[in-house]
């Protein structure tokens, strides 16, 4: 059984479709896995197995009366822990919503279950998805499975991990800033952030809104391309969702890449980047030159100050995003407050982790008369033109190259005492998130520690089929996916 998690959901459908094996079986044998392995990782918050074993038994009785099998159906699937699932916890790993039960369902937990998807679990992330290395979680911190004394990446720290460990074949994250496709380049595993508004984020509990997106994690690209088009589509019931037709992106994966161009994005490779991390890039580089892509040089000049508009930016809307969250309506209230005001202060004191005080603390400063314009005004114009910078670039090349992140995991507690430090780990994947263009993160080989490294190939909006087309013609040219984690 341990074998069959190691495959792909691809491997896995035929083998359930050939009646080699059943979806229970399968869902049976990723608790088994969960059960062996989640000491160690500790990617969940919780377990959602009646449910799971419940669609299961659907697809069974679905494959026994010849009935025509949805996409991934079958498949174990783990949600984001800040994704609504109706009956289950969705505590966001912070304490102020410890015990809040979803009353509805995200739309694309609704999606999955439409799909006959058996959801296993709730993935731990950092607290409200703010970090990146999912040492902010206050139900504990996610270990790497591939060294449990390093950090996974974050937030989506738990879906990566528990891809990368074989608890699930595929995981739903949300990346803000590059919170799946950090995690996925750190655990060597692929992780794909969508164009803004092609995934709903209805149900999704907001950072910032303007950022988020929810996508996928799987072991190979094939798998994401799959879970992406599951997840895609119009929804009435969130206004930035995108009216545009869901593509069959598995079609475009294997075309011929010869004659398109490459932009390797010269501001992420030179200083701070490792010599492995340089060298991987570099080996894809030739790769890509190799299967006939013509491969440029390209600078985004206004790329050094994605960080300082992120910053500025996020901060501001968790700030009032989060300004639900005051112990009147749900979640977490202090015990022994004498009046409203003590019950707001107090509530939010004992109820957030120092990362969420941190951003609420810089997002309302930025935001308070004086400083907005000094502040949020001016860091939305160059958010402008960090879109123009990429619209300029995308009129030369189809994609863009670069490392996922400039080092590869780095040991629990190195980063934690310095945020300006953990916040330039996502140095390389903020920019995607201002532009609202897609992304993806393959497993691109190993650092001298065995640490997995992940190359980012980035393509204008809306263009996920050639996003796929890129990552899937490197993948399988290498072997990188085919290693999974020892534990």
Excluded at 147 to 156: A, D, E, H, Q, R
Excluded at 187 to 200: D, H, I, L
Excluded at 424 to 452: C, H, K, Q, R, Y
Aim: glycine share 8%; charged share 25%.
């Amino acid at each position: 059984m341990e074998e069959l998690l190691k495959q792909s959901a691809s491997q896995q459908r035929k083998a359930l479709l050939n009646k080699e094996i059943s979806a229970v079986e399968l869902a049976n044998a990723s608790f088994a896995r969960i059960d062996e392995v989640e000491d160690k990782v500790k990617a969940f918050n919780s377990l959602t197995k009646e449910s799971a074993l419940e669609t299961a038994k659907k697809v069974d009785d679905m494959i026994a009366k010849g009935e025509e099998l949805p996409l991934l159906a079958g498949i174990p699937t783990v949600l984001k822990d800040n994704m609504n699932f109706k009956g289950s916890k969705t505590t966001a790993s912070s304490k102020i919503l410890e015990n809040f039960v979803s009353p509805y369902n995200a739309t694309v937990t609704e999606k999955l279950l439409n799909n006959y998807v058996p959801i296993v679990a709730k993935a731990n992330l950092d607290e409200f998805a703010m970090g990146s290395s999912n040492e902010n979680s206050a139900f504990g911190k996610v270990h790497n499975p591939w060294n449990l004394n390093k950090v996974p990446g974050g937030s989506s720290g738990g879906s990566a991990a528990s891809v990368a460990s074989c608890e699930a074949t595929l995981a739903l994250g949300s990346d803000t800033g590059g919170s799946i496709r950090l995690p996925a380049s750190f655990c060597g595993v692929v992780g794909m952030k969508p164009t803004y508004g092609r995934v709903s984020r209805y149900g999704l509990i907001a950072f910032a809104s303007s950022l988020d997106q929810i996508g996928p994690f799987a072991r190979t690209v094939e798998d994401a391309a799959m879970l992406l088009q599951v997840i895609s589509g119009l929804d009435e019931r969130d206004s930035t969702s995108l009216n545009v037709p869901v593509e069959d992106y598995t079609k475009s994966l294997n075309n011929d890449i010869k004659g398109r161009k490459i932009g390797v994005i010269t501001d992420l490779m030179g200083e701070g980047v490792s010599n492995d991390v340089r060298k991987a890039v570099e080996n894809a580089i030739d790769t890509y030159k190799q299967l006939g892509a013509d491969v440029v040089e390209v600078s985004l000049p206004t790329l050094k100050y994605s960080i300082g508009i992120y910053y500025i930016l996020a901060t501001a809307e968790c700030s009032s995003n989060l300004a639900r969250f005051d112990g009147v309506k749900y979640g977490y209230r202090c015990a022994d407050a004498n009046n409203l005001l003590e019950m707001y202060t107090k509530t939010r004191a004992e109820g957030f982790g120092a990362e969420v005080k941190r951003r609420i603390m810089l997002g309302t400063y930025a935001l308070s008369s004086g400083y907005y314009d000094a502040y949020y005004k001016k860091a939305q114009k160059m958010r402008r033109l960090v879109k123009e910078d990429f619209d300029r670039v995308f009129e030369q090349v189809d994609a863009l190259i670069s490392p996922t992140c400039p080092n590869t995991a780095f040991d629990m507690g190195a980063r934690m005492a310095d945020p300006l430090s953990m916040y330039l780990t996502d140095i390389a994947t903020i920019s995607a998130n201002l532009a609202g263009i897609p992304g993806i993160s393959v497993p691109a080989g190993f650092d001298s520690e065995n640490m997995p490294i992940g190359l980012q190939i980035l393509t204008p909006q809306l263009k996920e089929s050639d996003l796929f087309n890129f990552a899937y013609k490197f993948e399988q040219e290498h072997d990188y996916y085919k290693t999974i984690a020892k534990l």
